[in-house]
């Protein structure tokens, strides 16, 4: 396998470890926050409002929103920042011309970056009102503003992990296969023929 093929596979590998440092960390630190297992991690968070579900009249639901989201996008900056360094090390300075798998990982980083910090500080300033407000599935879809500013951030960064990890399947896809370097020192050499006679 060619060393191309392998920078982009190790690309691929970073994006798949961006989601589960995503994946993890929401379930280990809702775990160890709200004292549930991960799979009934929200379990406390929602209640049945009649055949509906809405949040928790709890303030402690926010924060531990906070935490579970802040926690979430602040751990995947770690995979995030190794996309960005492979990303420019071995795509933006290298001779293919291909601006949309760096692109995207760069904004990925900024954006993670940005989404995580506002979520561990705003979350937590959500009172009683505001939980109670901030998704009620009945007569609509009700969101705070500053909590649906962070968590569409958020969304935002996931996205652009997923097409990164797109951009550089595709990338992978149709790149064409190089011949071996034996094979292209063979075909650029030429037959030399001696005829007997003028020698």
Not at 96 to 125: D, K, R
Not at 138 to 143: D, L, M, S, W
Request: charged share 15%; hydrophobic share 50%; aromatic share 14%.
């Amino acid at each position: 396998m060619e060393l191309y093929k392998k920078q982009i596979i190790g690309g691929l590998a970073l994006g798949i470890l961006g989601w589960l440092f995503v994946l993890v960390s929401m379930c280990v630190n809702g775990w160890f926050t709200y004292g549930e297992k991960p799979d009934h991690v929200y379990a406390g968070i929602f209640e049945t409002c009649g055949n509906n579900f809405c949040f928790s009249n709890d303030v402690g639901a926010g924060q531990y929103l906070g935490k579970v989201f802040g926690f979430a996008t602040l751990t995947s900056i770690f995979p995030a920042t190794l996309l960005f360094i492979y990303v420019f090390k071995y795509i933006v300075r290298s001779k293919e011309e291909n601006i949309l798998f760096p692109g995207f990982a760069i904004l990925f980083y900024l954006i993670e970056a940005v989404s995580g910090f506002l979520t561990v500080v705003l979350f937590p300033t959500l009172g009683k009102n505001d939980i109670e407000n901030l998704i009620i599935i009945r007569a609509g879809f009700r969101t705070d503003l500053k909590v649906s500013f962070c968590l569409g951030l958020m969304m935002i960064g996931i996205f652009l992990n997923t097409m990164s990890m797109v951009a550089c399947f595709l990338h992978l896809k149709n790149m064409p296969s190089t011949p071996k370097v034996s094979e292209t020192a063979a075909a650029n050499t030429e037959e030399v023929v001696v005829d007997p006679g003028k020698v």
